[in-house]
Structures are given as structure tokens and as C-alpha cells.
């Protein structure tokens, strides 16, 4: 089925790009672990690599969003929410070996200099997770621009601490990070 | 002169890591940036690419560390300082067109799960940032298990603050980053 070779081809190759970043991986590669044929590659993505990488940037940013409302969603408020998110992260980070971070933040640091679309692509997905974020702080009664900030600060200090955590094969800095965006989370409600 | 040659060798391939990354920098490109003939290459790097991106991590991350404690230094008191480091990276960030963020992290992100020796040194490097800020912050009074937490948490809101900067092309996380950093020095110090 065509569309099951389609999202094969978009989920390894998140894969790929969540461990060798954008340049490291090659088109083989993807058709390879995809078990596709190369002209399928080419055939969903006409414009090679850069605009597989845009689509892959855009669906991973979207599971990735979708996988932090779920842990919000299943916690008993947002506080504990945002403390579960990132210490599941730390747990997902330790079981793959510490390959396992941020689907795009490779990418994002790779790309910014040299490819406009990708670049673009990786900002609209940082943009609409901020957005969203700080949408939820809003409905708890967070004023927008407080929002807006701590929404800012709980994402950058999640990609900071996977940087850390990836180089240094511990989770200290998502445990640091992790405590550290709750109290920012906890702070601003207006029941603090 | 031979040292020159290895120092302008090391410099400029710390501008294309930070641009390109390591995967996306080619030794031919450091030959032709460096104005060095490709026999120079492996005369000092003998172990090839791998060799030098050890050398260009390392020799990064004490330069970078060298900018924080100057900045640091010429401010009035420590919270000045971090606040002044932060708008300090912003202003560069905007100036090079938001291409001069940190110099190792993208490498750290694409190596992490590729080679031993590479990854390794990016570790070596954070975690010399992390004890040499903690210390720092112990000499003012930080109780030393905090004063780690908080060194974390300033490396980690910058590193994820490059990656939303570089993508978006505004400084706004940097921003965010920099009041949040500085407000958790603030009350970390006794004096708070």
C-alpha cells in the first residue's frame, strides 16, 4: 500500500535524522532501512532529500507535541504534567541508549545556515509548540505574555538538557531541567 | 610559521563546525578556508577529521569558557554578569546573522551517536563548563550541590536558546533564557 511506504520512508527517516542529524544521513540509507524502492523515495518526494526533510520535520514536530499533551493530559494538573514529560524523556533517553532526544534539534542547529526551507520548517514547528504550550498556560490562567515566556523557557531548556544528557550519557541535565521548567510552570498559575 | 598554520587550521574549522556542523564540513572546505596545503591537514592531524574535531572541540570549549569569565569579570557582581553573557551571545547571534551560536553543540548533537572519541570531548567540554561555573558560584556562597543545579540549569537554557534563535532568526529565547538564568543565580546567592 502506497501510503504505508510513504509514512515507512517519513518515520525512518525521523529516526535517522534523530541520530545522525540531517547531513549524516544518506538517501540509501533511508531506502534501505525503509525497505522501499529508490524510485518510491522520489516519487512521494520529488524534491529529494530537502523536501523529504521538511515533511519529516513537520510530522515529527507534530507526534512530538502530541506525545507532550498525552503525558499532560493523563497527569493530575499541569505541574505534575510538565514534571512527567520530562521525566519521561529522561527515561526514553536512558532505554535507547541515549540516542533517542528531540526529532528535530539536530537538524534545526545543522540546517540553519545552509537551507532556507528546512530552517523554515524547523521554526514553524519550534513556533507552534511555543504557541500551544503557552495556549495551555493561558486556559490555567497564566496572563499571555507570562506565558508565552515560560512556555520559551521550558523548551529551550529541554532541547538544552538533551544536548547535555546526549553528550554526556547521563540524565542529570534533564533532571536539572526538568525541575527547573515544573517550578516555572508552578510560579506562574495564579494560584502559586 | 608551522603553529600558525595549525591554530588557523583549528580556528577556521571552529567557524564551519558551528555552521555546518561536523558531518557537514568537508575537509577540502577547511584546506580552502584555512589557506593551508592538504599535506598540513594531516601533518598535524594525522588521524584525519576525527583527529581535528577533537582538537577544535576542546580548544572551543576553553575559548568559550574564557569569553563567559571576561564578561563575567568586567561586570559588577555575578548576576550583572550572566545577564551581560546572555545579552552579549544575542548580540552576536544577530550580528553574524545567527549563524555564531555555540561552538560544539551542533557537533555534540551529530556525533553523539556516532563516534566515541568525538562525543567523549563534547562531554569533557560541557562538564568543565558545569564545575567551573558551579565553582564559581560557590565562591559567592552557593551551597555546592546547588551550585551545580544551577550551572546546568544556565548551560542548558543557553544551548536550547541557540537552537530556537537559530531557527527562528530572532533572539527572542535568548532572551527568556538569559532573565531566567539570571533570576536563578539571583536566588541562589545567600544574600537573595
Not at 525503509?34 to 523515495?41: D, E
Not at 512521494?44 to 499533551?69: D, N, T, W
Not at 495556549?135 to 520559551?152: K, M, N, S, T, Y
Not at 538538557?161 to 554526556?168: G, Q
Request: with cysteine.
Amino acid at each position: 500500500m502506497p501510503t504505508r511506504t510513504k509514512d515507512r520512508i517519513l518515520d525512518v527517516t525521523a529516526d535517522l535524522f534523530r541520530q545522525y542529524g540531517f547531513t549524516g544521513t544518506g538517501m540509501k540509507q533511508i531506502v534501505a532501512a525503509a525497505n522501499a524502492p529508490f524510485g518510491s523515495l522520489y516519487h512521494y518526494f520529488p524534491g529529494g532529500k530537502e523536501e523529504l526533510g521538511v515533511a519529516v520535520i513537520h510530522r515529527s514536530g507534530e507526534m512530538y507535541f502530541e506525545l507532550f499533551e498525552t503525558v499532560v493530559e493523563a497527569a493530575p494538573d499541569l505541574v505534575s504534567g510538565v514534571r512527567d514529560f520530562f521525566a519521561g524523556a529522561a527515561l526514553v533517553l536512558r532505554d535507547t541508549d541515549y540516542a533517542d532526544a528531540c526529532p528535530i534539534a539536530t537538524v534545526a542547529l545543522e540546517v540553519a545556515s545552509r537551507s532556507e526551507p528546512l530552517r523554515q520548517a524547523t521554526a514553524e514547528v519550534f513556533e507552534s509548540w511555543v504557541t500551544r504550550a503557552a495556549a495551555r498556560l493561558a486556559d490555567h490562567g497564566v496572563p499571555d505574555d507570562r506565558a508565552r515566556e515560560v512556555a520559551i523557557l521550558i523548551i529551550s531548556a529541554l532541547e538544552g538538557a538533551f544536548i547535555l544528557c546526549r553528550a554526556s550519557r547521563t540524565t542529570e541535565a534533564l533532571d536539572v531541567a526538568g525541575a527547573a521548567a515544573t517550578a516555572a510552570v508552578r510560579s506562574a498559575l495564579p494560584d502559586a
